[in-house]
């Protein structure tokens, strides 16, 4: 029965000797979604890629993808999977084109099927003017596009990346990124990244791993709202100093406040909230009737970064 989701993930669990790469971590993530896995090198993520993918058993718990288990159905599951790992194992002596086809009749598709799906995906991918290169000769970046063209040749329901953008340079990066967001909607993709912008640039959700363990999960947005509660609010204002820190010790909802000379008269005030409070209202108010000039108010905006640091800090400070 179709539910709406295209991976599903229960109480999974993978244990090598002597450690455990991924514990009892469960998500779901919808069709048509892009969403990232972000964490340190060891967090775990490949380990969830190469169980989605069916390369790889888990210890415990239930993993399905498009309804099937991937333990007792795996042929089902990877006939809707395209998976390019991190290290993309292309046959670089074979020709763009030859590899794409050689593929494409790997993965079942018939000869008048594969000759069209091979010309879309290099068109998708922007490869149609190296198809007649030799892999092996081609850059970094053009052969990310040939392992993104593998991983589409055969319109699978699920692409799952792992970093798929390791490497390139920020031009070749930029250019894999667009690629990736165009296929949502057609496509829903899983992408593995210890790269924070890569995540906040390219996915609509987000699950942080650390020592196995989904230690957050939300939009990027939200994961922001989350943090900002009590966040600090800038506000530049021309006013005596005095003035406006007595102002600031009077108001309660005020927690901590810095100030320094801007530009000009302005003072430039960083006051800190109490949890729950937003004052960019009352400092409008207050500016309005004191007739100050107020030529700038926003809340600071936390990076995927600060997220980051402040969950994985707070997991370590729960282990002592």
């Known amino acids: 029965?179709?539910?709406?989701?295209?991976?599903e993930v229960e109480s999974l669990t993978k244990r090598y000797p002597g450690r455990t790469a991924v514990a009892d971590v469960s998500f779901q993530v919808g069709a048509g979604e892009i969403v990232g896995l972000l964490?340190?090198?060891g967090a775990g993520?490949?380990?969830?890629?190469?169980?989605?993918?069916c390369f790889?058993?888990?210890?415990?718990?239930t993993v399905r993808v498009a309804g099937f288990d991937v333990?007792?159905?795996?042929?089902?599951?990877?006939r809707r999977i395209g998976y390019m790992p991190e290290n993309n194992p292309l046959h670089r002596d074979m020709r763009v084109k030859e590899y794409l086809k050689f593929r494409a009749s790997l993965k079942g598709l018939s000869r008048s099927d594969r000759n069209e799906r091979v010309d879309i995906v290099m068109d998708q991918c922007g490869l149609t003017d190296v198809r007649?290169?030799?892999?092996?000769?081609?850059?970094?970046?053009?052969?990310?596009?040939v392992g993104l063209a593998d991983a589409l040749v055969h319109e699978p329901q699920l692409i799952i990346l792992d970093e798929p953008t390791i490497g390139l340079d920020p031009n070749q990066i930029r250019s894999v990124r667009q690629l990736i967001k165009s296929l949502a909607g057609h496509h829903t993709v899983l992408i593995s990244t210890h790269i924070l912008h890569e995540v906040d640039m390219t996915c609509s959700r987000v699950l942080i791993l650390d020592k196995g363990r989904i230690l957050a999960h939300d939009t990027p947005d939200n994961l922001r709202q989350l943090m900002s509660e009590g966040g600090q609010i800038i506000a530049e204002i021309a006013a005596?100093?005095?003035d406006l820190r007595a102002c600031w010790?009077?108001?309660a909802e005020v927690e901590h406040f810095d100030l320094s000379a801007a530009e000009g008269e302005y003072i430039r005030c960083a006051l800190t909230a109490r949890p729950g409070f937003d004052l960019r209202p009352q400092i409008f108010s207050l500016v309005t009737e004191r007739g100050w000039k107020l030529r700038e108010l926003t809340r600071s905006r936390h990076s995927l970064e600060d997220i980051f640091v402040r969950v994985t800090r707070a997991d370590k400070e729960e282990e002592l």
């Open 1 to 7: 029965m179709d539910n709406g989701l295209m991976i």
């Open 39 to 41: 964490g340190p090198n």
């Open 45 to 53: 993520k490949s380990t969830i890629m190469r169980v989605l993918s």
């Open 56 to 61: 790889m058993p888990a210890t415990s718990g």
């Open 71 to 78: 333990f007792s159905q795996a042929d089902e599951v990877r």
């Open 132 to 145: 007649h290169r030799i892999i092996g000769h081609l850059s970094k970046g053009y052969q990310q596009r």
């Open 240 to 242: 005596p100093q005095p």
């Open 249 to 251: 010790e009077s108001l």
